[in-house]
C-alpha cells in the first residue's frame, strides 16, 4: 500500500513525521495563556474544598453529624462541573472562552453565598447548581479544550499543567481554609473565599484569554468534522465510551481519599491540622508529579500513561487498608498523590490524538463529566459506607475495586492500539 505524505496516521498511532515540520503554533504566549488558566482553575476549584476540609463541622451543624450530606455536596459540585460542560464547551466554542470563565465565577461566587446559609438543600443548590453546574462548568471542560488549541508539539505537557488546576488548589487552600474554619467558622469561610476568587478570575480572564490561533488545515474528514471509520479498530464511539468508562472508574477511586483523608485521619486520633497538611501534601505531588506526568505522555501517549498512573493509584490506594499511623499514611498519600495526577490529561490526549479537533468540544467535555461523575460518586459513596459500617476500610477496599476495573479497560484498548500499530507497520 502507499501511503502518501499528506495522509493522517491511522487512529491510535501517534504519527513519527521525519519531514521538516511546519512552522509550530506554539509561542511564548501559549504557555502565558496556560499558565493564567492553571491559575484560573487553581482559584474556581477552591471552593469545594472548603466543604471538604470542613466536613465534620458542616455535618455535625447542619445534619446531626451525618457525613454523607457535606460529601453529597462536593459530589455534587463535581457531578454538575461535569454535565454543565458539555453546554458550557458549545457555549465557548461559539462566543468564546473569555465570557464563560466570567459568568462561571459569578456563579461560584452566589453558590458559596448560599451554600453558607446553612440547611442541607442550600448546601446541595449552592454546590451543584451554582459551583458546578454554571459555575465551575465554566472554567474546567472551556479551559481543556481553548488551551489545547494554543499547542501542536508539546500538548500533552501543556494538558498535564492546566488540569493540575484542581490539585494546585487542593495544595494550596486546605491549611489555609482549616485555619479559617478555626478562626471564623465554615460559614464566613465561603464568603470570603467567594469575593477572593471574583477579585482574581474576573481580571485575568478580560485580560489574558484571548482567540488561540488558528490550527493548520486538518485532513478533509476532519475539517467537515467526519469522524474516523474506525478508532483503534473499533467504531469511534465504542472507542470514546470505552474511555470514558475508564475514567469514571478510576475517579471513582480518585476522590475518596481527597475528600475523605481528613476525617479519616481524625477518626484515627490525628489532629486536623495535621489531616489538612497531609491532604496537601497528597494534592501537591499531584500537582508538581503532573508536570513530569505530562512530558512523559508526550512521549508514550495518552493510553500508555494512563495505564501507568492508573497502576500506581490502585497500588497506593491499597496502602489506605493496612497503614493507620501519620508517617505512614503521609507516605501512602505521596505515593497516591504521585500515582493519580497523570489520569485526566492522558485521557484527554488521548481523545486529541484519536478524534479531529473538530470534535473535542464535545468529546473533551463529555470525558469530564463522566470522570466528574466519578469523583462525584466515589466521594458519596465513601461517606455512605462510612456511615453504614462506621470506619473507613469497606469504602477504601471499594475504591480499589473500582480501580482494578478501571485497569482492565485501559489495558484493553491498549492492546488494541497495539494491534493497530502492528497492522500498520506489516501494511
Given at each position: 500500500m502507499t501511503v502518501l505524505a499528506s495522509d493522517p496516521p491511522p487512529a491510535g498511532v501517534r504519527s513519527i513525521d521525519t519531514r521538516e515540520?511546519?512552522?509550530?503554533?506554539?509561542?511564548?504566549?501559549?504557555?502565558?495563556?496556560?499558565?493564567?488558566?492553571?491559575v484560573l482553575l487553581g482559584m474556581s476549584f477552591g471552593g469545594p474544598w472548603i466543604t471538604a476540609v470542613g466536613l465534620k463541622e458542616i455535618a455535625n451543624d447542619i445534619s446531626g453529624g451525618a457525613r454523607q450530606v457535606p460529601s453529597l455536596a462536593v459530589s455534587l459540585a463535581l457531578f454538575g462541573s461535569g454535565a454543565g460542560g458539555i453546554l458550557m464547551g458549545r457555549l465557548a466554542n461559539s462566543y468564546g472562552v473569555r465570557w464563560t470563565v466570567i459568568a462561571g465565577s459569578l456563579m461560584i461566587a452566589l453558590g458559596l453565598a448560599i451554600s453558607s446559609l446553612g440547611a442541607p438543600w442550600q448546601?446541595?443548590?449552592?454546590?451543584?447548581?451554582f459551583m458546578g453546574l454554571i459555575g465551575n462548568a465554566g472554567l474546567n471542560a472551556?479551559?481543556?479544550?481553548y488551551v489545547s488549541r494554543w499547542f501542536d508539539r508539546r500538548r500533552g505537557s501543556a494538558l498535564a499543567l492546566i488540569s493540575s488546576g484542581g490539585y494546585l488548589a487542593g495544595f494550596v487552600w486546605p491549611t489555609i481554609f482549616e485555619r479559617s474554619i478555626a478562626f471564623v467558622g465554615w460559614r464566613w469561610t465561603m464568603?470570603?473565599?467567594?469575593i477572593l476568587q471574583l477579585v482574581v478570575i474576573v481580571p485575568l480572564a478580560i485580560a489574558f484569554l484571548r482567540p488561540p490561533p488558528e490550527l493548520p488545515q486538518e485532513s478533509a474528514a476532519h475539517a467537515n468534522g467526519g469522524a474516523r471509520p474506525k478508532v483503534l479498530g473499533w467504531p469511534p464511539n465504542l472507542t470514546f465510551g470505552?474511555?470514558?468508562?475508564?475514567?469514571?472508574?478510576?475517579?471513582?477511586?480518585?476522590?475518596?481519599?481527597?475528600?475523605?483523608?481528613?476525617?479519616?485521619?481524625?477518626?484515627?486520633?490525628?489532629?486536623p491540622t495535621v489531616g489538612a497538611a497531609m491532604l496537601s501534601l497528597l494534592l501537591g505531588m499531584g500537582f508538581f508529579s503532573r508536570q513530569a506526568w505530562g512530558w512523559l505522555s508526550d512521549r508514550l501517549g495518552g493510553l500508555l500513561t494512563a495505564m501507568l498512573s492508573s497502576l500506581m493509584q490502585c497500588?497506593?490506594?491499597?496502602?489506605?487498608?493496612?497503614?493507620?499511623?501519620?508517617?505512614?499514611?503521609?507516605?501512602?498519600?505521596t505515593a497516591f498523590g504521585i500515582g493519580f495526577s497523570a489520569l485526566i490529561p492522558a485521557y484527554v490526549l488521548t481523545i486529541r490524538d484519536l478524534y479531529p479537533m473538530s470534535e473535542a468540544h464535545w468529546r473533551v467535555p463529555t470525558l469530564l463529566l463522566f470522570s466528574g461523575s466519578g469523583m462525584a460518586a466515589g466521594g458519596w459513596l465513601?461517606?455512605?459506607?462510612?456511615?453504614i459500617y462506621g470506619y473507613y476500610t469497606p469504602a477504601f477496599a471499594t475504591g480499589v475495586a473500582f480501580n482494578v476495573a478501571n485497569i482492565a479497560i485501559l489495558f484493553m484498548l491498549?492492546?488494541?492500539?497495539?494491534?493497530?500499530?502492528?497492522v500498520v507497520t506489516a501494511r
Open positions: 515540520r511546519p512552522h509550530s503554533i506554539e509561542t511564548r504566549t501559549s504557555w502565558v495563556v496556560a499558565s493564567v488558566s492553571l448546601l446541595y443548590v449552592g454546590h451543584g447548581l472551556p479551559l481543556f479544550v464568603i470570603g473565599f467567594a470505552l474511555l470514558t468508562l475508564a475514567s469514571f472508574l478510576c475517579c471513582v477511586t480518585m476522590s475518596m481519599p481527597q475528600q475523605h483523608l481528613v476525617a479519616f485521619c481524625s477518626d484515627l486520633g490525628i489532629s497500588a497506593a490506594m491499597s496502602g489506605f487498608l493496612f497503614t493507620q499511623d501519620p508517617v505512614g499514611l503521609f507516605t501512602v498519600a465513601a461517606g455512605y459506607l462510612y456511615d491498549l492492546m488494541r492500539q497495539r494491534m493497530t500499530m502492528t
